[in-house]
């Protein structure tokens, strides 16, 4: 039986795959509407976007110019901060389009936080932080490897 806790978590979950899902497919519209009608981004490069058409516009311009290498990523941590609120860690890495490896200059640390609104989770902040790991090179190798694998497992056929 999955309580309701388990049940919060699990949906927490399904909107951040569905995030990482719609960059991968490049679909603008489908990302931006996972936010709320004020949510906000912070990108890789710091670049920010405040409301649902900012996010839409902004991806938009990015998917229109080109490619971008595409997510994988491992959940580190969903946890309510109340019922409904949670915030959601990871760890990312960026595979370029029609190749097979992590970019390990890219990789970051995502975090996002929920808000329940409508009887659904919603995406309130999606911040994309490199990991960068400054003067911990092992720290940086590892978590590319962790993220290799995770590549792996998830692209068998390729």
Known sequence: MVTVLQEE???IQKVYDQLINSWNEMNSEAYAELFTTDGSI???DGSQANSRREIYDHL?????DHAPARFVTIIREIRLLSPSVGLLRA????V???EKEINPKINAIQSLIAVKKEQRFMIALFQNTPAAFHGRAEDAKNLT???QEQFQKENKDL
Request: glycine residues 14%; charged residues 10%; neutral net charge.
């Open 145 to 147: 490897q962790e993220l």
């Open 9 to 11: 978590v699990l949906a």
């Open 60 to 64: 938009s311009g990015i998917f229109a």
């Open 96 to 98: 370029p389009r029609n």
């Open 91 to 94: 760890v990312a890495g960026m």
């Open 42 to 44: 912070v990108g890789f």
